[in-house]
C-alpha cells in the first residue's frame, strides 16, 4: 500500500509541475576571427561582426580559416621533414596547391581566437530562474559575456562547458558572446595528443554538440551519480542537491527506475527521502535504492539499463527533476583477470583516435557512435580504448546500450614539449579533467577502465601512482592505471591493470612461424591484469579508390601523393594487386598476433591498433576497415571473426610447411571467454586440399569449457605420406552445432632431391660464363642472393611495415608484402596465391630485393616485394628476362641445388622454376641488357632517402622511461 501511495504521488506532481525548458542556440551566429588576439583588449564583445557562421560546427566546416601553405601551425610532430626538401616533393610546396603527407589535409587551418555571437530572447516565465548556458564539446577554452558583462572562463576538453548566466540575463533579447581559443597557450596536453592533434580530429575551433539556455527553478538537482552494489542488490544514490534561494527548503526526494533487458521491464520500487536545505546552500545526499531479486546486471551479455529520475519536491511540488541510465555492473579484479559482475572477462579491444575524415570532429549523435561501435562488434571485438581523448556523451549511451566495454582517458599525450609531475599546469589539469569524466559519464556502465593519458615523460610514476591512489579513492566504479604505455616505459606500479607493449608482436623475422609459443614468459613480470598496448600496427598499401569518399572538411592529398607517386614510377596499373596482396598479408599477421594472445593463459586482453586506419603521423594504413569504418576488399568481419571472437578454436603446429614425409604433430586448443561453461562441446577437425579431397579428420571432445585462454583439447597425428604433389592443404577446426570455426593453411611438398636440369646453366656469379650461355641462346638461373647493390638499402621482413616509415624515419622493414604471378607456369610446381602466405617465409625473410630503377617501364617481376608507398620503387625478388638471345631467371632469393632439407618450400619453388626452364613455356617476353642485369650488381640506388629531422620518436629513443 505505502508502494502504490508514492507512485500516486510521484504521477501527481510529474502531471501538475512545469518541466525544465530550453531554448536551442544551434544556427546562425555572427564571426570574428581574432588572429592578433586583440578582441578582449578592444572590447569586441560590446560589438557586432561582419561574419556569419552555422553551430554547431567548426570555423574549419564552415570554410573559415587560413589557407594551407608551408608555414601553417600544425599541431603534431613531424618526425619526417623531407617533403619540405626533397625536389620530389617541390609541386606539392606551391603556393595554392600544397599537398601534405603526413595526415588527412584540412581545407582551412585556424589556430587562435575567434569570436561568435547571437541574440536569444528570453521569456518573461524565465524571471527569478535560473538559467543555464550550455555548450557541448566546445574546443577548447570558451569564455563568455552575456550584455557585455564578462560571466566567466572555462577549459575542457572532455564535458560541456556549462556556465550560470542568470544575473546577467532579462527578459528580452539578450546578447551572448563566446570567445573560443584552440592554442595551447594556458593548458597544453601534448601536441600529439588526440584531443587536439591535426594527427587525428585536427584542432578546431567551435562548438559541435548540443547548444542551449537551460532554465530551472532556484532549487535544483546539480548531480545525481549512482553506485552499484551488485552482491547486495542495491544502488546507492548520490545527489548534490543545490538551493540558490534566500530561504530554506523542506522538502522530500523521490527515486524511482524502471530496467529493460531486451524488452523486458523491471520497475523497481521507489524511495522517499525527506531533506532539509539551507538558503545558499549545496549539499550532498545519500540514499539507497534496493533493486529486488528480479534486479538486471549489465554485460556484454547482457546490457539491461535502468532509467532513473530523481524529483525534488515541496509543498506538493516538483521544484526539480534529474534523470540518468545506469547498470547494474560491478567491476574488480582477481590476479590477472578483471571481472564483470564476478565473471572473467576477455578485453578484445582496438583504439579509436579520434578518426572523423568529414568533419574534423567527433560526433555527437548516439546512431553515428552506435554504426561505429556496431562494426566493431561484427569484428569480434567487445572493447575500445579512446586514445588520448574523452569522446562525447553519444558514446557512452552507445556503448551502454550495446554492450562494449570503455577505456576513456584524459585527454593527454604529455610528451614531445610537456611533461607531468614537473609542475606545469598539465599536472592539475588531468585531475580537472578526470573530475568532470567522472561527474558527467560516471554512471554510464560501459565506462569501466581510466587511464590519465598515453606515454607520457617527466617524473611520472610518482605522479601517476599519486592520480591511480587518489581515483581509486574517489570513484570504485571503475579501474584505474597511470597511462597507456609502450614497453620501455616505467612500471606505475600502483595501478590496477597494465596497458603496456612490449608483451606483443610477431617474431616472424627470426624465427620460423608456429603457433606453440605464446606470451608467457612475457606475462610471468607482472602480477596485475595486463592488456596489450596497441597491438598490431601492420601496414596495408593505400586503397585510392577511398580518395572519392573525402567530401568534407578534408582531402586525402596524401593519398593524392601516394598515387601519383605510383604512377610517376609506372606503377599505378598495380595498385589494386598491392593492396590485395599487402592486406592478405596484414590480415594473417592481425590472426597470429591476436591467436597468439589467446593460445596464452592468463593474458587480460589486447587492444588494437587497429582496427581502422589511423589518417596522421605520416599516414598509418593499420586497419581492416578504412577510416570511414567501412570494410577493405582482401577481407571482412566473418573472416576475422574465426580468429577474434569469444570462444576460439585454435591449433598448436611446430611449422606450417611438410615434406610428405613427415608426420604432422599438433593439438587443439580453444579460447572461451563466455560467462557461462560449455557443455561436452565436440571439436570437428579435418585436413583436406584446395579440391575438398579430405586426408584427415577426427572428433576430439570435453566434459566441459569453462573461462581461460589456451585450454588444451586434444593431438592430434596426420602421416603426410599420401600427399603425393605438392599441395597447400587447409586444417579445419569446429565446435560442432556452433558458428565457431577456425583454419589454418599447410603446405606439403614431395620429399626428393632438386637438380639442375643440364640445358640450365646455374652459377651464383654472373660471370663470362653466364654471358656466354646467353649469347648463344641459352638458359641461366643466376642466384643473386646476397650480392646485390642496387637496393641494398631496401630491407625486408616477411612480416609487413610495421605503423609506417615516415613516422618512424625508414626503421625496417620497408616492404609490405609480395605481389606474385601465380598464373605463371613458373609456379605450376609451387602452388602459391598472388601474395605471400606461410610457405613464402623461408623464401622471403630477409632477403635482398632488387630496385629495378633501370628496367623497362611496365617491367613485372615473378615476385615482387611492394615497397613503402612513401617512395614506391619498383623492387623485384624473383623475375624472368631475355638477355641477348638467352633467357635469363635471375633471383636475389636464395634459390639453389644446394638448398637444405629444412627448407622444403624453397627446395620446391626451385624445383619448379627449373621445370619451367626446361619447358616451351620458358618464353621471357621483357627483354633488358646484360649491363642491366650486371648493375645490380655494382651500382647503388640512384635515389637515396633522408628525413632532414634530428628528433624521433620516443620508440626510437633508447631509455625512454627516464626522459
Known sequence: ?????????????????????????????????????????????????????????????????????????????????????????????QPGHIKIPFWLNPLKHYVGAAWYQRSVTVPASWTGKRIMLFLERAHIQTQVWVNGVFVGKQNSLVAPHEYDISAYCHAGVNRVVLRIDNSLKEVNPGQDAHSVSDHTQGNWNGVIGTMQLKVSEKEYIKEVQVFPDVPGKTAAIRLVLANATDGAINGDILVHATGNNGGKVHRVSPVKKAVRLGAQNTDTVWLSLPMGNDMFTWSEYQP?????????????????????????????????????????????????????????YPSTDVREWERILKVIQSYGLNHVRFHSWCPPEAAFEAADKLGVYLQPEAPSWPNHGVAIGKGMPVDQYLYDETARMLQWYGNHPSFIMLSAGNEPAGNQVPYLNAYVDYW??????????????????????????????????????KERPETYSNYAAGLAKFDKPFIAHEMGQWCVFPDFGEVKSYTGAYRAYNFDIFRESLQEKGMLDQAGAFLQASGKLQALCYKHEIEKTLRTPG???FQLLGLQDFPGQGTALVGVVNAFWKPKSYTNAAAFRQFCNDVVPLVQLPK??????????????????????????????????????????????????????????????????????????TLSVRIAGTAYQNNWDIWVYPDQEVKVPQEVYYTTQLNDSARQVLERGGKVFFNAAGKIVKGKEVVMYFQPVFWNTSWFQMKPPHVTGMVIAKDSKAFAGFPTEGYSNLQWWEIANKAQVMVLEDFPAGFKPLVQPIDTWFLNRRLGLIMEVAVGKGKLILSSADLGPAISNDKPAARQLFASLMQYMQSSDFAPTQSVSFETVADLLKTPSRFRFSTHTADSPDELKPNTGKH
Open 1 to 93: 500500500m505505502k508502494i502504490r501511495l508514492v507512485w500516486m504521488l510521484l504521477l501527481a506532481v510529474t502531471t501538475v509541475s512545469a518541466q525544465e525548458t530550453g531554448i536551442s542556440l544551434a544556427g546562425h551566429w555572427e564571426f570574428q576571427v581574432d588572429s592578433l588576439d586583440a578582441g578582449i583588449r578592444d572590447k569586441w564583445y560590446m560589438g557586432r561582426f561582419t561574419d556569419s557562421i552555422q553551430l554547431p560546427g567548426s570555423m574549419l566546416t564552415n570554410g573559415k580559416g587560413d589557407a594551407i601553405s608551408l608555414t601553417t601551425r600544425w599541431t603534431g610532430s613531424i618526425y619526417d621533414s623531407s617533403y619540405y626538401f626533397s625536389p620530389y616533393t617541390a609541386k606539392y610546396r
Open 304 to 360: 539491461a539499463l535502468y532509467r532513473l529520475t530523481v524529483q525534488l519536491v515541496s509543498g506538493g511540488r516538483q521544484l526539480a527533476a534529474h534523470s540518468t541510465t545506469f547498470g547494474m555492473r560491478s567491476v574488480a579484479i582477481a590476479g590477472r583477470e578483471i571481472r564483470i559482475n564476478d565473471h572473467p572477462i576477455t578485453l578484445r579491444g582496438t583504439l579509436n583516435n579520434c578518426e572523423f575524415p568529414l568533419t574534423g
Open 472 to 509: 581509486k579513492a574517489q570513484d570504485t566504479r571503475r579501474l584505474y592505471t597511470g597511462m597507456s604505455v609502450g614497453g620501455s616505459w616505467p612500471v606505475v606500479d600502483h595501478a590496477q591493470y597494465q596497458v603496456r607493449g612490449g608483451v606483443r608482436g610477431l617474431t616472424w623475422d
Open 603 to 605: 593474458y587480460t586482453g
Open 656 to 729: 606450417f610447411v611438410y615434406k610428405n614425409s613427415d608426420t604432422l604433430p599438433g593439438s587443439i586448443l580453444v579460447a572461451n571467454a563466455k560467462p557461462a561453461p560449455m557443455l561436452q562441446p565436440q571439436f570437428q577437425w579435418v585436413l583436406k586440399n584446395e579440391t575438398g579431397a579430405v586426408y584427415a579428420q577426427g572428433t576430439l571432445g570435453m566434459d566441459s569449457l569453462g573461462y581461460g585462454n589456451g585450454q588444451k583439447v586434444g593431438d592430434i597425428r596426420v602421416a603426410l605420406h599420401k600427399v603425393l604433389q605438392p599441395e597447400k592443404l
